[in-house]
């Protein structure tokens, strides 16, 4: 069976359509996955024993399993074991979420000491309380120094969107298939769902690449 590029051509606009919902639950699930990281950056910081030792196991299995895996925990586990259901859209993002803080903050964690600590200890001899030290002298430049794995980041966050599709959220991949089995021609919608993933995350690379170069610029001068 040959390849038809005009069922590529004729597959892409549903795809395009169902990417939007990819781009929501990523955007959610990422801005969730940034406040979560913190959170643990933070709590890790306290150097409470019996909250690392947890925040570690817990980061081991992230690490250890495939996210689909954990799709699959949240959305059938959890109704099983709590009786508690939720949409598939909901669970989807609440699982990228939970698996991209942990990401998240490692990468905090592997940039907090490029931070001047003498700025620090300045602050706490200042009388500055802890709260005040992290939101307008730690974070603020953590963020920044991060934005680049940040992105790299997103674009796994992206890619991720595609596997809610097993949970029958409609989404771009979903939908491709959806296409292919109505017209028994299933290669072609994939490359066109594959078309929109990589132009979503060339484009998010791209404003990476941006704001990298503009803290370069700045740090120039």
Same mark, same amino acid.
């Given at each position: ?9 004729? +597959? ?5 359509? +169902? +990417? ?10 990422? &801005?969730?996955?940034?406040?979560? @990281? !913190? ?5 890790? *910081?306290?150097?409470? =024993?019996? &909250? ?16 689909? $895996? /954990? ?5 059938? =586990? ?16 609440? !699982?990228?979420?939970?698996? *991209? *803080? ?16 003498? /700025?620090?200890?300045? *602050?706490?001899?200042? @009388? ?6 992290? !939101? ?20 796994? $966050?992206?890619? =991720? ?7 029958? $959220? $409609?989404? +771009?991949?979903?939908?491709?298939? /959806? ?39 700045? /740090?120039?001068?």
């Amino acid at each position: 069976m040959k390849l038809d590029p005009t069922l590529i051509v004729a +597959a892409f606009p549903r795809v395009l359509d +169902a +990417a939007l919902i990819n781009i929501r639950i990523a955007v959610i699930a990422l &801005i969730l996955a940034l406040i979560g @990281g !913190t959170l643990l950056t933070v709590l890790r *910081s306290l150097k409470i =024993g019996a &909250i690392n030792q947890l925040i570690a196991l817990m980061l081991s299995f992230i690490r250890g399993t495939p996210l689909l $895996v /954990q799709i699959f925990l949240v959305y059938y =586990g959890l109704p099983a074991a709590t009786g508690i259901k939720l949409p598939p859209e909901v669970a989807g993002i609440i !699982t990228i979420a939970i698996n *991209s *803080s942990f990401f998240i903050t490692e990468i905090m964690r592997g940039s907090l000491p490029e931070i001047d600590a003498g /700025q620090i200890e300045a *602050s706490t001899a200042l @009388g500055l309380r802890p709260r005040v030290i992290w !939101t307008k002298i730690v974070l603020p430049q953590l963020f920044r120094r991060i934005t680049p794995m940040l992105i790299n980041e997103g674009t796994v $966050v992206v890619k =991720g969107t595609a596997l809610l599709s097993v949970i029958t $959220v $409609v989404e +771009a991949l979903r939908v491709a298939q /959806q296409i292919g089995a109505a017209r028994f021609r299933p290669f072609e919608p994939i490359i066109a769902a594959a078309a929109v993933f990589l132009a979503a995350n060339l484009l998010l690379t791209l404003v990476g690449w941006l704001v990298e170069r503009r803290f370069a610029r700045e /740090q120039r001068r």
